[in-house]
């Protein structure tokens, strides 16, 4: 490794380090528990993103103590780099992985229906956004996090930041993308989605910034400690945070708490309270475009534009006709009348009470859309009030969301894809990609276009090849990784092909899975490849069965062919014995004749001569030994029987051909075995035969006793 | 995600649960009380390469699973069983390393209370694969492997002692045991190979099931057997290409198929619901069989391509889940055979509740 070297510093922690690097300099110690000095240090990638650290002790330190057991020579540690995700934990990043494959590969699926059809005239492009908006949809119900548990039934009236389930930077970033992106039929109410995506991710900023929301769960844990609410200068600061920003029904709910509610004194401050009241009406009745988001929120619900504007104009005068009103000078109250004037400034839109009230550029983006702007229309002009509002605020620190933001306005298709790779990681890049072609036609020719920089792929293949890749590297996500190189056009099937090559093949359980994919994808080639290794892997292992079995499935001819040779030396051996029980199911694995089993197919016919020959020897009978004569012709005639078994097999059948009561053989047939003896004693020149083991005078004896039975046969014809 | 109600009346509720570890096999606890249920789960958890066999409790609303007692195995479990003995529940495991784990749990609490094994070093099996099947009753394990060996377990409180009934030699290999009765057990192998096993008659099986497969049709792999208790002469088998079959060891030489892809020709009455592998298979006690005696009886099978489904010989099969991902493994609970559980490839257990 260039740049990197590594040193022993204090109780043997690594340290690495790089001239350029030296100033963000990190050091992790390491705990492997040798003693010091290591003399040997070897690093290497593991799998995954893990490196595998092999330390060695240096012999000399190891060997005054090497009587005691825990002082070992070395250790191997595996390392993981980089801490992952805090906000999602490896297993919670697998279940991600494995929701997302089934609205992956239904998108695909309906994708390639459609390029079938080749029809893209407006109809099915309508069906193709309904079909988007679905996929993702299935997505962001998968982010959800988990369930916390149910509220309680009965609400705290102080209770006025709602917990519902733990926000992710991840679905917040997938809900960006999809407001932009996916949901074409909601691009007309494009800010008032954005106003709710900030009301559910807002606690998120709070990491890097102050927010609103944690101004408001700061304010609630004093709550309880306040005695008059509406003396506090937070309580309205709190009040015009959330109000600038939306939140309607929080802000409602901590008007009712003001003081002027309470039975005793509503008497003497009937004014104060109508003022109060009036505002709480005013910010209840805000006019805001219906969207199915908004359902169950505070505001009024409007379907179509014009009825919209037509509110909104009425319900600015409402508040301009609050804000001049004479009552102002009656109320006593000094914090409680400035306080709800600032209230209806924010609602009117004054720029400065909004930006004081809200904390960070996107809350007052967001309050510029509710109040000032609210027919805002395009991205570029939203990109050019999102420009004022950073100047407004500059931001001090930067968080990855608003990153994402900044980038999806500037409307550079490449720019927000690395900006996710970055931030993101490779599953939202994969995914969301979907999404970005979606976006426009444009966007879809810059991420289909094959480039020369990228060896001839595409963008969209690129990033999928990247999950793949990321996927593939964890003993329980690989099997997923197929469905995602399969739809890689150029170097899907190439990564695929490595990756099934790559697998173990000692497990069954993991063998008939990895054959499986392959059967899924019409790899026959491959899953035989892979039968071939499993094959040779039990053989070699002594599992002869199971070896003989995958070579079988994998019609490997030649191998069984070799394998045969080793198998007929201990068949030889071991067939007159006890141990051919052993042999019988090796036999039945063979299967029929008609499958290729490499010249063990004579193993059949020479069970069924011995089993025949053990009846003529236990018992006398004419049957069994005609049925062992059949079976010794057919093994004789049968070319796959080997050379070397013919002598063995006759000198194991002379019973047969000195049969007291009738020759068993015909003269033809005599005539047959003759002939392979004749080929034997030529054979047996040749210089690699072996000579079977069988005493000095069994030729002989074969000889005579052929001879023998071929007189009687003459002489009964 | 944690549960998903499927309200159709013939259709089962479902509750899948998210374990975030691999479950290598999955089992109920015999019931003791009706208002305790437990499962045993062997899992895999990669992040830390650690592998237990966990007991969890079945709590109600919303339907989940909570650990209760665990036990951290050496190694990666290949086969799991859980039965009663003596007021006892036992839990029979047998690991990819060739290694026989026994535990028993009370089954008041329970929680695991003491534990025997065969360690590997004893050589019960080499590796890689074994599979065990625990007595009814518990008091003894065979266990078979790839290498070949057949090995009777019996069990003591305090020890393990074993003999060695047969060794093939790795010239045949053994992929799944059940016992039938008392003395007598099934096997099954490559090809599509049975046999059957008699404790008193040593040197080799009683009995082996030869089959005339179709030419065209390569038999696969025996994952699964599964014996009826009131039928003892009938072998139930499920394995590679989704094919089930079954052996009756009065008519030896044609299996009775229930489903495959190879049972096509010839065999038109038969339906194959699954053409992977099928991993687990097992008697449905919960359906009446309509049929006659003659019939075989319903069985549950679960398969690599995410079907969970009974099928019964002569009738359409009946889907109860489709999965995305692998079904490996599966248990009826005795008690409430309406109740199934499985384990799911993407690390999840499902919990059926058929109506």
Redesign the interface.
């Known amino acids: 490794m260039p740049g990197v070297a590594s040193d022993t510093v204090g109780n043997g922690a690594l340290v690495p380090f790089s001239d350029d690097t030296k100033d963000s300099l990190a050091v992790y110690p390491l705990h492997h528990g040798l003693a010091p000095p290591i003399s040997r240090l070897a690093i290497s990638w593991s799998r995954g993103n893990s490196l595998r650290v092999s330390l060695f002790a240096s012999p000399s330190s190891s060997e005054p103590s090497s009587t005691s057991d825990d002082q070992s020579g070395g250790k191997v540690l595996e390392v993981k780099l980089g801490v992952g995700d805090p906000e999602i934990?490896?297993?919670?990043w697998?279940?991600i992985a494995?929701?997302s494959?089934?609205p992956f590969?239904l998108l695909q699926s309906r994708r390639s229906a459609l390029s079938a059809m080749m029809n893209s005239s407006s109809p099915y492009q309508m069906d193709w956004w309904e079909h988007m908006l679905e996929y993702s949809k299935d997505i962001t119900s998968?982010l959800g996090g988990p369930?916390l548990p149910p509220s309680p039934i009965i609400e705290e009236p102080t209770d006025i930041v709602k917990k519902g389930e733990e926000p992710t930077c991840l679905k917040a970033a997938w809900e960006l993308l999809e407001i932009f992106y996916a949901d074409k039929q909601s691009q007309a109410w494009l800010p008032e989605r954005l106003v709710d995506w900030l009301a559910d991710y807002d606690s998120l900023f709070s990491s890097t910034q102050e927010t609103v929301y944690g101004k408001l769960a700061l304010f609630q844990k004093e709550l309880v400690n306040i005695q008059v609410i509406e003396d506090d200068p937070r309580y309205w600061q709190v009040m015009s945070s959330a109000l600038s920003v939306g939140w309607l029904d929080i802000v409602v709910k901590m008007l009712r708490l003001h003081g002027s509610y309470q039975q005793d004194q509503l008497s003497n401050r009937e004014l104060e309270n109508g003022l109060v009241e009036a505002v709480a009406v005013l910010i209840s009745k805000t006019p805001r475009l219906c969207h199915e988001s908004t359902i169950g929120k505070l505001g009024e619900l409007f379907k179509s534009k014009p009825d919209f504007i037509k509110a909104w104009e009425k319900w600015r005068s409402q508040i301009t006709k609050l804000d001049c009103s004479p009552f102002w000078i009656q109320c006593d109250n000094r914090r409680t009348r400035e306080g709800l004037r600032n209230l209806l400034q924010i609602m009117l839109g004054n720029t400065e009470s909004l930006c004081s009230a809200t904390c960070y550029w996107i809350e007052l983006y967001i309050s510029h859309f509710l109040y000032i702007r609210p027919f805002t229309m395009g991205i570029e002009s939203m990109y050019n009030l999102a420009q004022k509002c950073i100047q407004l605020k500059p931001p001090s620190s930067n968080h990855k969301l608003t990153g994402l933001m900044i980038v999806i306005l500037e409307e550079n298709t490449e720019v927000v894809l690395a900006e996710s790779s970055r931030e993101f990681g490779p599953w939202l890049v994969a995914h969301a990609i979907e999404l970005l072609t979606a976006g426009s036609e444009q966007a879809e020719i810059v991420l289909h276009e094959e480039r020369d920089n990228l060896g001839g792929i595409s963008m969209i293949e690129l990033h999928r090849l990247v999950y793949a890749q990321v996927l593939s590297t964890?003993?329980?996500t690989w099997?997923i990784a197929p469905i995602y190189l399969t739809s890689c056009m150029k170097q899907g099937m190439g990564l695929l092909e490595n990756l099934l090559y790559r697998q173990s093949v000692?497990?069954?359980?993991l063998l008939?899975?990895n054959i499986?994919i392959c059967?899924l994808y019409q790899l026959d080639h491959i899953s035989s490849d892979i039968m071939k290794v499993a094959g040779v892997y039990?053989w070699k292992?002594?599992?002869?069965?199971?070896g003989v079995?995958w070579l079988?499935?994998s019609q490997d001819t030649s191998r069984l062919n070799r394998i045969a040779q080793q198998l007929f030396d201990s068949v030889g051996k071991s067939i007159s014995d006890?141990s051919f029980?052993?042999?019988?199911?090796?036999i039945?694995?063979l299967?029929?004749e008609?499958?290729p089993a490499g010249g063990l197919e004579f193993l059949h016919k020479y069970r069924d001569f011995k089993k025949s020959l053990q009846q003529v020897y236990s018992g006398k009978s004419m049957d069994a030994a005609r049925q062992a004569v059949v079976s010794l012709l057919l093994l004789m005639k049968n070319p796959s029987t080997p050379q070397r078994f013919w002598l063995p097999l006759l000198y194991d059948s002379l019973k047969l051909f000195n049969w007291q009561e009738c020759p068993l053989l015909n003269v033809s047939e005599i005539n047959l075995l003759l002939n392979k003896l004749q080929e034997l004693s030529s054979a047996r020149l040749h210089p690699h035969f072996s000579e079977p083991n069988l005493p000095a005078e069994a030729l002989s004896s074969i000889r005579l006793a052929l001879a023998t039975n071929l007189g009687r046969a003459i002489l009964d014809e | 995600m944690a549960a998903t109600a499927m309200l159709e009346p013939e259709r089962p509720i479902v509750h899948r649960l998210p374990q975030h570890k691999y479950i290598d096999a999955v089992r109920w606890l015999p019931q003791l009380s009706p208002f305790d249920r437990f499962a045993v789960l062997a899992t895999f958890d990669t992040d830390s390469g650690s592998s237990s066999i966990e007991i969890h409790s079945l709590k109600p609303n919303p339907l989940s699973l909570q650990s209760h007692s665990s036990f951290s195995s050496s190694s990666r479990v290949s086969s799991l069983r859980a039965s009663q003995f003596l007021q006892k529940t036992v839990v029979a495991a047998s690991t990819a390393a060739g290694s026989l784990h026994i535990l028993f749990s009370d089954p008041a609490d329970a929680r695991f209370e003491s534990e025997v094994s065969v360690p590997e070093e004893e050589g019960l099996h080499s590796v890689p694969g074994s599979c065990v099947d625990l007595m009814d009753g518990g008091v003894e394990c065979v266990t078979v492997g790839e290498d070949g060996r057949v090995n009777l377990v019996s069990i003591g409180n305090s020890n393990l002692s074993y003999r060695r009934l047969f060794d093939s030699g790795g010239l045949v290999s053994y992929t799944a045991a059940k016992w039938a009765s008392p003395v007598e057990f099934a096997t099954g192998g490559y090809g599509f190979s049975l046999q059957w096993w008699d404790q008193r008659k040593p040197g080799g099986p009683v009995s082996q099931f030869k089959a005339n497969w179709d030419q065209n049709f390569s038999a696969g792999i025996v994952h699964s057997i599964d014996i009826h208790p009131s039928r003892k002469h009938t072998c139930l088998a499920g394995g590679s290409l989704g094919t089930v079959f079954a052996w009756d060891l009065r008519w030896q030489q044609q299996p009775i198929m229930l489903s495959g892809a190879g049972a096509g020709a010839g065999n038109t009455g038969v339906q194959s619901i699954s053409e992977s592998e099928v991993w687990d298979v097992q008697y449905d006690r919960c359906i009446k069989s309509s049929a006659t005696s003659t019939r075989i009886l319903p069985a549950m099978i679960c398969s690599e391509d995410g079907i969970l489904a009974v099928i019964e010989q002569g009738e359409e099969p009946i889907e109860l889940l489709a999965e995305p991902c692998a079904i490996n493994s599966f248990d009826i609970d005795r008690h409430n055979p309406s109740d199934v559980i499985c384990s799911l490839e993407w690390e999840a257990v499902a919990i059926l509740t058929r109506q």
Do not use: F
């Open positions: 934990s490896d297993s919670r697998r279940q494995y929701g494959v089934a590969a998968l369930k964890h003993e329980l099997q000692q497990h069954n359980d008939l899975k499986e059967r039990h292992h002594g599992h002869k069965g199971a079995y079988q499935q006890e029980k052993q042999w019988e199911g090796l039945e694995l299967g029929s008609s499958k």
